[in-house]
Each structure stands twice: as C-alpha cells, then as structure tokens.
C-alpha cells in the first residue's frame, strides 16, 4: 500500500499547482470586474427604456388635443390646439359620462397667464385655471403640453395660451 | 530548504502586491467614475412640445400695423427683422423676452433644491443660402446652472431666406 504522507512530488508539479491557482484567482477576479459592469450597463439601459416609454405616453396624451372634442378648428394649423370653450360646454353634458373608458384623470389646466380660481365653471370662464372632465382616485398621470384657444372678446381676435392636458390611469406605474 | 522556502515567500508577496494593485487601480476607477458621472444629453419629447405650444401663445403685444395681439412666433420674427415697437412702448424684442421668461418661470421650477438645476433658451437666425454654422442671435434666455448634463430639443420657425432655430435645453 502507498504512503501518502511520503508521496514525492516534483518541481514541476508545485509549479503547475502554482499556476493554476493564479490562473483561478485571476477569473474570479475578472469575473467579479465583468459582473459589476455588467450591472452598471444594464441599469443604464433600463432607465433608457424606461424614459422612451414615458415620450411615447407623452405623445399619447397629447393626441387627445387632437380629438373632435378638443380640437381648436381655425384657418391656421394647429394639432396641438384646444378648444376651451368647446371643453367647458363637454364639461356640463352628462351624455359624455363614461365616454373616457380606462381613464381615471382627464384635465386641461393653464400653464400661463394663471388666474385666481382654480376650477372653471360658468361663471368664472374664462379668468380660471382648468377644466376637469374626468376625475377618479388612485392614479398614475401624465402631462403633455398644449395651447388652450378660445375667442376672446375683449382683443376682438382668438387668444391661445400655453397649457397642458393631464391624463391619469389606473394601475400604470 | 530554507531557501526553496523563501522563494515561495517570495512568490506569494509578489502575488499579494499584484492584486492590490489591480484593486487600488479598480478603487481608483470607480471613484472617478461615481464622482463625475458621464454627461448626458438627451433629445427630449416634452421640451419640443413645450417650445412647440410656447410659439402659439397670443402675446400682449399689438402692433399699430394691423391692431393685433400678435403670436409669439410672429412676434420673435419681428424681433429679428424689424423689431418695431409694440403699442405699450416695449420693443418686439424685449417683449418676447418677457413673454417667453413669463411662460418658463410658470412651466420649469429650477434651482438647487430642484430636479433641474437651469435652463437655456437661445434663438438663433441661420441664413440658408451661406454656410454659416454660427447663427446670429435674436435672443438668449438662461436661469439658474448649465453643466454638460441636459435634455434638449430644438424649434424651427422659417424666416426666408433663412430660419430661425430655437434650441432649449433643460439641465439637470
């Protein structure tokens, strides 16, 4: 039988041992180096896709400008242009409740010139700040910006001011 | 023995000193790295409809030609063509600066305490038919601090024979 306490082992066999022990430490040591950047790559990306995904929804909310209910109709061309006046009178009809399907938060607020009373009604259009048509609880909104036209009797002419439309769904985080 | 024994002492201090170098020059890289964090500049959807918007914004300027309160992107044109007064006594110019300083401070709060920390507003006219690359300056509108790091986007409003392009930029 072999003792094994008296194997002799050579000079060169130390030195392969040696080596591959190098060897093993210096992967792990790239490997930890590859992970972390790894990680660091793909956190970037995420983000990247993340912000893509919030233009796009950005573009969508702006199409609603766009909708026969909101569209401001004039001789200049103008997609992103709400109608205030049409949005106040939609806002009293309850024929239109329930018309927004899956939307939890439909409203046009102004951006400038900002008035005094926040919500718009008959009595206080135009000197306001928005028009809600759609009001729910628990939401994720989102805003695109807009300009909010309407006649404005006092310049004799239309007005347009910078505003935005501020949608909000359900469960969309 | 005694030397084969200070050999592989030897050999195991050269290995220890080779991987605390790889790891002092790894620290050192990543301290780098985490403190100044790569410059970003992003093409931004929400500024071109901001500026986008902006431009229809009826302003309060009337000028005695026709009577009317006049767009803003008329009223920049102006200011780079004529730059007449409008009828409250302010120059076309000076009310676009206004205007357009009115719209932003109500749009983008900016400053230390904020997400972002400035923002640049620049209009410049470009002639097509030269081959300027820099454009003459109609107006510059800045808040706050710019470093490398911003989302952008830019507005094109023609003026023959040229354009005036308005870059906006919001800085983080």
């Given at each position: 039988m072999m003792d094994l306490h008296h194997v002799k082992y050579s000079k060169g066999q130390f030195k392969i041992q040696q080596m591959v022990f190098v060897l093993v430490a210096i992967i792990i040591l790239f490997g930890i180096v590859s992970i972390f950047f790894v990680s660091i790559r793909f956190g970037s990306l995420r983000s990247e896709v993340d912000d893509q995904r919030k233009e796009a929804v950005f573009e969508q909310v702006r199409k609603?400008?766009?909708?026969p209910e909101f569209i401001w109709t004039s001789s200049s061309d103008c997609?992103?242009?709400?109608?205030m006046d049409k949005l106040l009178l939609l806002k009293n009809?309850?024929?239109?409740?329930?018309?927004?399907?899956?939307?939890?938060l439909l409203k046009v607020s102004r951006?400038?010139?900002?008035?005094?009373?926040e919500e718009c009604n008959l009595n206080s259009y135009p000197e306001c700040n928005s028009i809600t048509l759609v009001k729910g609880d628990d939401i994720s909104a989102y805003e695109s910006f807009v300009s909010l036209c309407r006649y404005d009797g006092d310049i004799g002419q239309t007005r347009c001011e910078m505003g935005k439309i501020i949608m909000g769904f359900e469960g969309v985080g | 023995m005694i030397n084969r024994e200070k050999r592989g002492q030897e050999e195991i201090v050269g290995f220890v000193l080779i991987v605390v170098l790889v790891v002092i020059v790894f620290v050192i890289f990543l301290g780098i790295r985490l403190r100044n964090p790569e410059p970003s500049q992003k093409q931004s959807e929400i500024l071109y409809q901001f500026l986008e918007s902006a431009m229809e914004q009826t302003t309060d300027c009337v000028l005695s030609e026709n009577g009317r309160n006049i767009v803003l992107d008329d009223l920049i044109k102006e200011c780079y063509s004529v730059d007449n007064r409008c009828d409250s006594g302010m120059t076309s110019c000076e009310s676009v600066e206004k205007t357009m300083k009115n719209i932003l401070n109500n749009t983008w709060r900016v400053g230390?305490?904020?997400?972002?920390k400035g923002y640049e507003i620049k209009a410049n006219y470009f002639d097509n038919s030269s081959s300027q690359t820099q454009g003459e300056e109609v107006f510059l509108i800045s808040e706050g601090n710019c470093s490398n790091s911003f989302d952008g986007n830019s507005y094109w409003i023609p003026e023959f024979p040229g354009s005036i392009i308005i870059d906006a930029k919001l800085c983080a």
């Open positions: 609603m400008a766009g909708t997609s992103a242009c709400v109608d009809r309850t024929s239109y409740k329930g018309f927004w399907k899956d939307i939890s951006v400038y010139p900002k008035y005094q009373t | 230390a305490d904020y997400s972002y």
